[in-house]
């Protein structure tokens, strides 16, 4: 199942709700959410920085994942960046595919 990195960053409405329920009903909403969409919470921190909070999740499938980025956003209580993660073995894949491409750079 692919995998998503979810670095999120709370707008002072939703640090006044993390400051109300605290963060394991972050976590738990969260992992709920992921549930309905048949995915899987691997991990939850919060941090310093750019980002509030830094999640790991396995979804089926983008449309999942977009739909998970279209639903938190739309609350206006979190601003949210998705990356679809690659494994090492998704890596050497693309590689060995990488003679089937040919790219002309811009004024060759």
Known sequence: MPKYLVQASYTSEGTKGLLRDGGSKRRAVVE???????????????CFGSSDVVIIAELPDAVSAAAVSLNTGSTGAVKLTTTQLLSVEDVDAACKKTSAFTYTPPGA
Do not use: V
């Open 32 to 46: 709920k959410g992921l549930q309905a969409l048949g995915g899987k919470l691997e991990s939850f921190y919060f």
